[in-house]
Structures are given as structure tokens and as C-alpha cells.
T-cell receptor, first 112, second 114 residues
Framework: DVKVTQSSRYLVKRTGEKVFLECVQD?????MFWYRQDPGLGLRLIYF???????EKGDIPEGYSVSREKKERFSLILESASTNQTSMYLC???????????FGQGTRLTVV | KQEVTQIPAALSVPEGENLVLNCSFT??????LQWFRQDPGKGLTSLLL?????REQTSGRLNASLDKSSGRSTLYIAASQPGDSATYLC?????????????FGTGTLLAVQP
């Protein structure tokens, strides 16, 4: 079974802090994704990566950056956390861009 | 712009009932469609993936159909159980150059009463 693991289930951070959300997949997938999920807005794509060191912006990249130094790991970085970044963050991976996507368990981030 | 809609937003049924969840999308040019389940506070679990060339997919008590020309998919759950209670999400993968991106509906919250 594909396993996508996010480093934290819950995080509480202060406004202005630099925040790292980590995601690791164990199936040698080429593509990895970061989404955020908010009530009434559904899931929205922040960034995705189709290869090591490659990344593309999704629909809402503002305030975020990403890093993919190794194939299995994709990090989401909040350079200076703000309260409007309080959300559920979901990481996903797929073998190729068009294939079935598998999600991690989610990280509930609260910025105070 | 592709938009995905799921109706109803919430559904409550007694245990044992067969039920249908609906998903509609505005642009029929899709590569595939995927159904997910999400338990409260958790991530998404993939249920079924239907390619654009397929009409349906089955897994256990679940059957998903796809009518691309009319922009509709349904998820049929047979003999529902309390453990089926969750939010069900559909997502389409656009055709053309944007195939890396999944576009999600806002989900149907299902409650199966014992």
C-alpha cells in the first residue's frame, strides 16, 4: 500500500514564525502535492512538484514556498505565518501526474 | 473554468439502505475522476478512480459511474453501514495541459444511522 506520511497531525504556531510542514511518501512517486482545506472552500492546490528540485505554483501559492531536495520528501514552508493560514494542510502523491492520487493524514495548523 | 459540484451537501440514511451520491462537473474534457472518503479531522482515502474512457468502476459495495458527455458521476453504496459515515469527495483531473491538478467538489457528508 502507498503510504504518505505528514510529520505532524496538529501544530500551533505564532504569527510571524517560519513554519515547515513535512511530507514523505514511500512508493517512489514522481509527483507530490500540497493542498489546503477550508470549510466552504474545499481543497485548493498550493504547489506541486513533478521531479526533484522542480515545482509549480497551484491556485493559491501566495505566502508559501516548497522544497523537494529528495524524491520521497516534499516540504511546505510558511515564510512568515499569518492567522489566515490557519487551515488543514494535506499532502498527496501520485506516480505520474495523471494517476491515482494518495493523501496523507493531514496537518491541522493553527496560527495564533 | 472547471467547476465541480456535489449534491446533496449532507445526507442521512438508515443502516442497510442503498444510496447514491452525485458529482457534476462543467467541462467534459477530463482525464479521469476520483472518489475519496474523508473521516473527521483526517486525510483523504482513495476509493475509486475512473478513467475518461471508462463507464464505471466497482470495489466491494461501492460502484462509481461516469457519464462524461453529461458531466456527471455517481457513487453508489450498497447496504450502507454506520462505518460508511464520512464525507465523500469527488475530484476531476482536467484534460489538456493541466492534468497534474485535481479539482475537488466540496463533498457530501453522509451519516448512516444504526
Amino acid at each position: 500500500d502507498v503510504k504518505v506520511t505528514q510529520s505532524s497531525r496538529y501544530l500551533v504556531k505564532r504569527t510571524g514564525e517560519k513554519v515547515f510542514l513535512e511530507c514523505v511518501q514511500d512508493m517512489d512517486h514522481e509527483n507530490m502535492f500540497w493542498y489546503r482545506q477550508d470549510p466552504g472552500l474545499g481543497l485548493r492546490l498550493i504547489y506541486f512538484s513533478y521531479d526533484v528540485k522542480m515545482k509549480e505554483k497551484g491556485d493559491i501559492p501566495e505566502g508559501y514556498s516548497v522544497s523537494r531536495e529528495k524524491k520521497e520528501r516534499f516540504s511546505l514552508i510558511l515564510e512568515s505565518a499569518s492567522t489566515n493560514q490557519t487551515s488543514m494542510y494535506l499532502c498527496a502523491s501520485s506516480l505520474w501526474g495523471r494517476d491515482e492520487a494518495f493523501f496523507g493524514q493531514g496537518t491541522r495548523l493553527t496560527v495564533v | 473554468k472547471q467547476e465541480v459540484t456535489q449534491i446533496p451537501a449532507a445526507l442521512s440514511v438508515p443502516e442497510g439502505e442503498n444510496l447514491v451520491l452525485n458529482c457534476s462537473f462543467t467541462d467534459s474534457a477530463i482525464y479521469n475522476l476520483q472518489w475519496f472518503r474523508q473521516d473527521p479531522g483526517k486525510g483523504l482515502t482513495s476509493l475509486l478512480l475512473i478513467q475518461s474512457s471508462q463507464r464505471e468502476q466497482t470495489s466491494g459495495r461501492l460502484n462509481a459511474s461516469l457519464d462524461k458527455s453529461s458531466g456527471r458521476s455517481t457513487l453508489y453504496i450498497a447496504a450502507s453501514q454506520p462505518g460508511d459515515s464520512a464525507t465523500y469527495l469527488c475530484a476531476v483531473r482536467p484534460g489538456g495541459g493541466a492534468t497534474n491538478k485535481l479539482i475537488f467538489g466540496t463533498g457530501t457528508l453522509l451519516a448512516v444511522q444504526p
